[in-house]
């Protein structure tokens, strides 16, 4: 028998929405105002990173004075938040993906390193909010992916064990935090590298459309449901 899966936890930035393209304009918007130029490199370097720490750690390398690393920040989310709600773009696969889980009788949950405010926007725009049992967000952890406190709480919410939870990511800093959670972890990354693997991700898919039965051999796991404790 295979690995049992109660539960699977999606990332939200990268694979509910295609966020990625927003943070990165409004990123380049802000740093570049106190005079940091950032690049694509950089920019993957702090892919589902919380955005206090990427702040934090710009301030480390580019050290300015004013203004105060909050307001940095406030600029940053704010920017993103009216991105998303005037164009973000709902990932169109991530519907059949929730449905095929929910119908094998799997829990879900969100676990994401954006605060509240941005995941709000998101469910809201997506519709797909009633969809999951339980929502979290890194900013209530002390550290942000790749720690593993946003998985591990997230699934102490869903009272499963992390173990037998199938995270969903993007970003080797998500597929780092779920794979120490002790989670096993499918990636879907923006740009799939041609070599297959992916950060350790257990499973690399070019696209959500491609979830399927075919992946249970493949992660060497079973969907296991089970009555909500």
Request: proline share 7%.
């Amino acid at each position: 028998m295979g690995r049992p899966i109660e539960a699977v936890v999606f990332d939200m930035d990268g694979v509910l929405i295609d966020s990625e393209p927003l943070w990165r304009e409004v990123e380049r918007a802000v740093f570049g105002g106190l005079g940091i130029e950032v690049t694509d490199r950089d920019l993957e370097e702090t892919m589902g990173v919380r955005i206090n720490e990427v702040v934090a750690l710009w301030r480390s390398r580019h050290p300015w004075d004013d203004p105060p690393l909050e307001e940095v920040e406030g600029r940053i989310l704010e920017g993103v938040a009216r991105a998303i709600r005037e164009r973000g773009v709902v990932n169109e696969a991530v519907s059949g993906a929730v449905a095929y889980f929910q119908g094998l009788g799997l829990r879900l949950a969100l676990a994401s390193s954006s605060p509240y405010r941005l995941i709000d926007a998101v469910l809201s725009l997506s519709g797909l909010g009633d969809r999951f049992e339980t929502v979290h967000s890194a900013e209530e952890e002390a550290s942000g992916k790749p720690d593993p406190a946003v998985y591990q709480t997230t699934a102490r919410k869903l009272g499963v064990p992390s173990e037998h939870c199938l995270a969903v990511e993007d970003s080797p800093s998500g597929v780092r935090s779920a794979r120490a959670a002790g989670m096993l972890c499918i990636a879907v990354p923006g740009r799939p590298p041609p070599e297959g693997g992916f950060h350790r991700a257990d499973l690399v898919l070019d696209s959500l459309a491609a979830v399927g039965d075919w992946m249970w051999p493949a992660l060497e796991a079973e969907p296991a449901p089970v009555t909500r404790r």
